[in-house]
């Protein structure tokens, strides 16, 4: 069985890491309570990333459209 969406969440996971970790060495303070707000902000905006790649890659047919994939 193959499983396409495999590289694009593991692709979701690096991006939101590294936007993280971007933005807390842009701002600058390390602070614990700085380091929890923007990880609560990377995980939306990793998984915005996640829905942003997948209909881009079904539009242009490098995976499947999802309602093919349940069937």
Known sequence: MSRPLVPLKAGAIVFTLLWTAWVMWWSGSFSSVNVVILALCGAPVGYL???????????????????????
């Open 49 to 71: 990333w996640y829905r942003a790649m997948r209909w881009q890659f079904e539009r242009m047919g490098m995976l499947p459209r999802s309602e093919d994939r349940t069937k």
